[in-house]
């Protein structure tokens, strides 16, 4: 199967949602693919004193995000000789003697208008605690509690920082080619609970970008009859049009500092990147080059931009210093590169790769230039990266049907996030939010 042209490569999300439907789908995790010996971890069901079922259950939400790492054999609660939830009641041999690593233990109890959750970890072989700590809020955010209790385990057990308190932006399309078609910007926890709305509107949304704080989002809408993009404050709903120009306004991208927005804006004729001060308003042209130069993505220090560009014939990804204006080709690889994103390190980066004429998402070293492709389904799109650079997102299609897939940084871990109903497309994953 052939893409369309470069040419519009920046409108290339639309014509894919274009063929979709959907209500507002409930995303789930289905994990098909983990690591060869994952460390055997229990998380025992949390304590809770009164008779009525907790709000939350803490313990199943800690225990689901460290499965979905793939790196990890999770303990079922009814496979196990004892539920403690405090350090007196731990007897080490009971999960010693079924091959348990670790074990983590907590309680959840009222704290006046709130709730106080208490955990800890344990090594069970050396028969230490590990860390342990409580953290109190209202009902509300009991899921963010268990989120950020993952990340301390996650973080204890594999020296990398934990990812679970993340969001994911993705676009839903209902009832396309009807009188009552419909587009959503959805915002959802990272494993794909208590999914809302921030935007919905008759006209197409696309590429969302979060800002560095996580507390606004970038996105091309078609409300007004052509592209425009617009930033959006999530608390408030706040939103403002920020480039309306004549032509195509496409791809933006936040700067890591915030301030700056990369995009494409065709007014010259030809699409070209350009950045946008979100405090001036003055705009600077950064590629000029009767090709097609698109979709944009930061590196992580901001001092440049890689970008798809066909300036060779092909669409390729290039690099261009913003002190200079030095462009690099980076991938030759291949007749088709497109959509990068860096890692957090930037020494590497993933983007979207045609082999075989078959769309993945493929990773590369930038130091000695290898290629490695990541997934095994088909037509897979718009990449973005864990801001631990852990894990991609990436949306692709199953059974005629748009859905959101995840793919750890060596491949190995793969599980996919589909949706009860419709089609799902963009993912973006959100900064650290706790920052």
Request: aromatic fraction near 8%.
């Amino acid at each position: 199967m052939n893409r369309p042209s470069l040419l519009l490569i920046g409108l290339l999300c639309l014509l894919l949602v274009a063929n979709a439907s959907a209500r507002r789908p409930e995303l789930t995790i289905e994990i098909t693919r983990g690591m060869d010996n994952p460390v055997p971890v229990a998380v025992v069901p949390f304590g809770w004193r009164e008779l009525d079922p907790p709000p939350q259950d803490i313990a199943d939400i800690a225990r689901f995000n460290l499965a979905r790492t793939g790196q990890f054999a999770m303990i079922a609660p009814v496979d196990m000789l004892s539920l403690p939830s405090r350090e007196q009641d731990l007897h080490f041999r009971d999960f010693r003697i079924q091959g348990v690593f670790y074990v983590v233990i907590g309680s959840l109890e009222r704290s006046g208008d709130g709730y106080r959750v208490n955990y800890a970890l344990f090594d069970v072989y050396r028969e230490r605690r590990v860390v342990q700590g409580s953290l109190e809020g209202g009902e509300s955010e009991l899921r963010d509690m268990a989120h950020e209790i993952s990340d301390i385990v996650y973080e204890q057990l594999t020296g990398l920082r934990g990812a679970f308190a993340t969001k994911l932006l993705y676009v839903v399309a209902q009832n396309i080619a009807t009188a009552n078609e419909e587009f959503r910007l959805e915002m959802a926890d990272a494993d794909g609970g208590r999914p809302m709305t921030l935007l919905r509107s008759r006209e197409p949304i696309l590429s969302a970008d979060w800002s560095p704080d996580g507390k606004s989002v970038v996105y091309v809408s078609f409300e007004t009859g052509k592209p425009a993009i617009f930033i959006h404050e999530i608390a408030t709903g706040r939103r403002e049009k920020i480039t309306d120009f004549d032509g195509l306004n496409g791809a933006p991208a936040l700067s890591p500092d915030g301030r700056q927005v990369a995009l494409v804006l065709s007014m010259g004729g030809q699409p070209d990147i350009y950045l946008l001060d979100l405090e001036t308003r003055r705009l600077r042209q950064i590629t000029r080059h009767f090709a097609i130069d698109t979709e944009p993505s930061w590196t992580p220090d901001g001092r440049a931009l890689v970008f798809t560009s066909n300036r060779g014939g092909q669409p390729q990804i290039y690099r261009i210093t913003l002190d200079g204006g030095v462009i690099e080709r980076l991938t030759f690889e291949g007749d088709y590169n497109a959509r990068a994103r860096m890692l957090p390190d930037g020494r590497q980066m993933v983007f979207v790769h045609r082999r075989r004429g078959t769309f993945h998402i493929a990773i590369m070293d930038l130091e000695s230039g290898d290629i490695r492709v990541l997934t095994e389904t088909s037509l897979d799109e718009s990449p973005s990266v864990a801001p631990n650079g852990s894990m991609v997102i990436y949306a692709t299609r199953e059974q005629g049907r748009g859905i959101l897939a995840v793919v750890s940084i060596d491949g190995r871990v793969r599980y996919r996030l589909p949706s009860s109903e419709g089609d799902v497309r963009e993912p973006s994953w959100s900064p650290f939010l706790n920052d």
